[in-house]
T-cell receptor, first 115, second 115 residues
Framework: GAGVSQSPSNKVTEKGKDVELRCDPI?????LYWYRQRLGQGLEFLIY????????KSGLPSDRFSAERTGESVSTLTIQRTQQEDSAVYLC?????????????FGPGTRLTVL | AQSVTQLDSQVPVFEEAPVELRCNYS??????LFWYVQYPNQGLQLLLK??????LVKGINGFEAEFNKSQTSFHLRKPSVHISDTAEYFC?????????????FGRGTSLIVHP
């Protein structure tokens, strides 16, 4: 079956502009996660969604970052007034449910470059 | 909260040589442990995971890892590497209960296999 997909694969924007990144999780996966991966760094947790529960936004670095998820399907990560330090690869992952033993399935990522 | 340390940022090795990628973690509760691999321009995919039982875990592509509770380690090994194993490897830990089910990832180890 289809894996996790993300769009766009690459995004170049100017400082101060808003961007929207999209993630399509694997069908039936109730948990969805967003991570940021800076060059040479590990994965930085941003936010997760689990079913219809309130999302855990504890990892969002500032109020310029927000995310939404429609039911148990598509999620969008929005970055407002982008800054150069927002340049990174943004990875989305999904899993069957939010349990520590579950494997995460990752999308290919969106490479964001802020000029 | 848990944390993961991957001591080696880069490991160069010749083809057909053995390799060990080190991972140490800290947590106040029992954990699940994972190794993921990220090939160039792709998302992460699961190599192997330790949930319970035998401390020696075998994964895909000939990799294995051993859980050592006393040393809080989960080192990844392969007896003979191929050029195609060149990739970024991430160790991750999540907590069994009473803590966060969100995996914490290490900073990654870049395995570079030379012919």
């Amino acid at each position: 079956g289809a894996g996790v997909s993300q769009s766009p694969s690459n995004k170049v924007t100017e400082k101060g502009k808003d961007v929207e990144l999209r993630c399509d999780p694997i069908s039936g996966h109730t948990a969805l996660y967003w991570y940021r991966q800076r060059l040479g760094q590990g994965l930085e947790f941003l936010i997760y969604f689990q079913g219809n529960s309130a999302p855990d936004k504890s990892g969002l670095p500032s109020d310029r970052f927000s995310a939404e998820r429609t039911g148990e399907s598509v999620s969008t990560l929005t970055i407002q007034r982008t800054q150069q330090e927002d340049s990174a690869v943004y990875l989305c992952a999904s899993s069957l449910e939010l349990q520590g033993y579950n494997e995460q399935f990752f999308g290919p990522g969106t490479r964001l470059t802020v000029l | 909260a848990q944390s993961v340390t991957q001591l080696d940022s880069q490991v160069p090795v010749f083809e057909e040589a053995p390799v060990e990628l080190r991972c140490n973690y800290s947590s106040s509760v029992s954990v699940y442990l994972f190794w993921y691999v990220q090939y160039p321009n792709q998302g992460l995919q699961l190599l192997l995971k330790y949930l319970s039982g035998s401390t020696l875990v075998k994964g895909i592509n000939g990799f294995e890892a051993e859980f050592n509770k006393s040393q809080t380690s989960f080192h990844l090994r392969k007896p003979s590497v191929h050029i195609s194993d060149t990739a970024e490897y991430f160790c991750a830990v999540s907590e069994r209960s009473g803590g966060s089910y969100i995996p914490t990832f290490g900073r990654g180890t870049s395995l570079i296999v030379h012919p």
